[in-house]
């Protein structure tokens, strides 16, 4: 099977809410493609639809209208399950909140999306392990997510993200719960995660964060209010 | 695979519920009481099933028992003292019923009284029967040795006797029984048989110190008329018959046949001289106790089971919002819903197994405290577990299916929102 040219490809893209009797366009008609090893930024204030495009692109939600390919499929077509799919087989997800499962440990929390793919938990384990080895975490395995530090729960969940070996990385302000510091430190691996080939979509209203990606995206309104390449941390 | 996922999803859900164990006690606690109450329940119903069983196996399911009784208006102490007093089964009766009732296969008379019976130096308290051969086909005991009494020394009013293997053992001690001399009053019978008597303390029919001889060897020795000496006062009575067994044809005549015996016997003993024992009825008597136990344990254990699955329900409606973002989290890595309520749906389940557990042992202990504390006989049986077991795992689908598919259709966006 040839590789589609674009990982993500957005053809008037519109996502309307119904709240009481108004519609409110979220997404208002956007158009943009997201190319293999890049690493975007989204921003934008709150109410911008960044956070809506973030749902969308990662299969937890549809379109109202527009096209959505994945890899060349079709997401608007796809039902609950098959969008499970996506989610399960390319998509890595970490959030501003870490979102890992209390009372799993590390090393379980890594092997989750390996456990919804059917994969052995002798196989799934070993995997686990070599996660935390890339994040640093190896010695950590047995811990609990509340036995970590911030940057360290934070690095969890990414090891998670990469658990399925996803074609996009989706982040949702990865850092915004993490000092400049930490912060930092983060966005350096990840940067490293983009250079090692890993496509990295990540929303953030924060200047300085989206200056680590190597485009970034305006949205204002539900629309793509202008895009900047280039690196600038 | 799909094993694997199995347990470690079961794990998990053990893993869940060990989280808050006060919680998930309490919980299960619903299941566990239903679930004893059950176990209990078909406990006590077997054990009277299995001991109404055991009686009508000692004395026949198709026989009917007809004994003389004293009547109780019958003068004062002083009077029976000097009177002799005639009352009772007569020949007569043992003709009609099986004149009477086709269905009446055979019907086998005894007469029976105390008497002290010796051997060499020993003596011994022995309850005499005078009957004929048909008594041991009727009353099925296992001979001990020699042989039962035959028609032959029926008619002939053969000097002979069958013990009951107990009275043998004491009486005789350690001679060789058969062929032996025992002395009752003045008459001499030779040993030709020994048998064995009911076991389970059932003394209806037969008890450890009968000595049985032909009935008319009985009549011809001992006379109709029977002295008794009783704590100084000499009974002196006059009963033909004190028994009569009869074996109807099918368990299905048994209890017509009783109330055609009982009607005739009404028009010939106005005065009630007798009564009249099926033991058929023991069974009926048994399923009705049955029946009672199992409205009043089976009314516990359904209501009990009831909360049981609604508590459960509750606390798993809670747990679902508990862990909405835990289901947020597993949707967006890729779970389907499938999975979402298979994960809920086995942590109910072992949830209310875990309390059908509990319910299991704690239903073992109950019937041995009944059997302790009220005497009646209880057995648990393997498939009452079996079904106890299926019951709470059951509990545990009906009422976690609806948490569990609540968890399962949360909006995966929502769901990571909540705090």
């Given at each position: 099977m040839s590789r589609p040219e674009h990982v993500i490809s957005l053809q008037d893209v519109r996502r309307t809410y119904r709240m009481g009797t108004t519609d409110v366009h979220a997404l208002a008609g956007v158009t943009v493609d997201f190319d293999y090893g890049d690493f975007w930024a989204i921003m934008g204030a709150s109410g911008s639809g960044k956070s809506t495009m973030l749902n969308l692109l990662g299969c937890l939600d549809r379109p109202t209208s527009g096209q959505y390919q994945f890899e060349g499929q079709?997401?608007?077509?796809?039902d609950d399950d098959g969008l499970s799919e996506i989610r399960l087989q390319r998509i890595g997800f970490i959030f501003q909140s870490f979102?890992?499962?209390?009372?799993?440990s590390v090393r379980e929390n890594i092997e989750l999306p390996l456990y919804y793919q059917g994969i052995s938990a002798v196989e799934s384990a070993a995997r686990a392990e070599r996660l935390a080895e890339r994040v640093g975490l190896q010695d950590r395995?047995?811990?609990?997510?509340?036995?970590?530090?911030g940057g360290q729960q934070q690095r969890v969940a990414i090891a998670r993200s990469l658990a399925n070996d996803p074609r996009v990385l989706l982040a949702d302000e990865?850092?915004?719960?993490?000092?400049s510091h930490t912060s930092e430190q983060i966005m350096r691996f990840l940067q490293e995660l983009n250079q090692q080939g890993v496509t990295i979509i990540m929303v953030t209203h924060e200047a300085d964060i989206a200056a680590f990606a190597s485009a970034r995206l305006h949205m204002r309104d539900g629309l793509i209010d202008n895009i900047d390449r280039g690196r600038h941390a | 695979m799909r094993n694997l996922r199995m347990v470690r999803d079961i794990q998990l859900g053990l893993k869940n519920l060990l989280l808050h164990k006060l919680r998930s006690l309490l919980t299960t606690l619903g299941v566990v009481f239903g679930v004893a109450s059950v176990i209990a329940m078909l406990a006590v119903g077997e054990g009277a099933n299995q001991e109404a069983l055991e009686q009508i196996r000692q004395l026949g399911s198709n026989v009917i028992i007809l004994r003389s009784e004293k009547p109780?208006?019958?003068?004062s102490a002083a009077q029976r003292a000097s009177f002799m007093s005639v009352y009772g089964l007569q020949y007569d009766d043992e003709a009609r019923i099986r004149e009477t009732f086709?269905?009446?296969?055979r019907t086998v008379p005894a007469r029976i009284m105390r008497q002290e019976a010796r051997f060499e130096s020993r003596r011994m308290d022995m309850r005499i029967v005078g009957t004929t051969a048909d008594w041991f086909a009727l009353v099925d005991r296992p001979l001990a040795a020699g042989r039962t009494l035959e028609a032959r020394d029926i008619h002939a009013n053969a000097p002979v006797a069958v013990l009951a293997e107990p009275a043998a053992r004491r009486l005789l001690?350690?001679?060789?029984?058969?062929?032996q001399h025992v002395r009752v009053g003045s008459h001499v019978f030779e040993v030709v048989g020994i048998i064995e008597t009911a076991g389970g303390g059932d003394r209806r029919l037969d008890s450890d110190t009968d000595i049985y001889i032909p009935i008319d060897t009985f009549r011809e020795r001992f006379g109709e008329v029977i002295v008794q000496r009783r704590t100084g006062a000499r009974e002196v009575e006059l009963v033909e018959l004190h028994q009569i067994i009869a074996e109807v044809d099918s368990i299905a005549s048994v209890e017509p046949v009783a109330a055609g015996i009982r009607t005739m016997l009404e028009r010939f003993h106005p005065n009630e001289d007798y009564a009249i024992d099926v033991p058929l009825a023991l069974l009926r008597q048994a399923e009705a106790t049955q029946r009672t136990f199992n409205i009043v344990l089976g009314s516990i254990a359904g209501i009990s089971l009831l909360v049981g699955g609604i508590g459960i329900m509750n606390i798993m409606l809670a747990s679902v919002t508990e862990r909405t973002r835990e289901i947020g989290i597993r949707r967006a890595i890729g779970a389907r819903r499938r999975q979402i309520v298979s994960q809920f749906l086995i942590e109910t389940v072992v949830l209310s197994s875990l309390g059908g557990l509990l319910g299991i042992l704690i239903g073992i202990s109950i019937p041995r405290v009944i059997t302790q504390v009220a005497g009646m006989p209880t057995i648990v049986t393997t498939p009452s577990l079996i079904m106890a077991a299926g019951i709470s795992m059951s509990i545990g689908i009906i009422f976690g299916l609806y948490p569990a598919s609540r968890a399962a259709r949360l909006d995966p966006i929502i769901a990571l929102r909540d705090n």
């Open positions: 079709d997401v608007s077509q796809k979102n890992l499962i209390p009372q799993l395995l047995h811990h609990r997510p509340a036995e970590l530090s990865p850092t915004g719960n993490l000092d | 109780v208006d019958e003068g086709r269905e009446v296969r001690a350690a001679e060789d029984a058969i062929g």
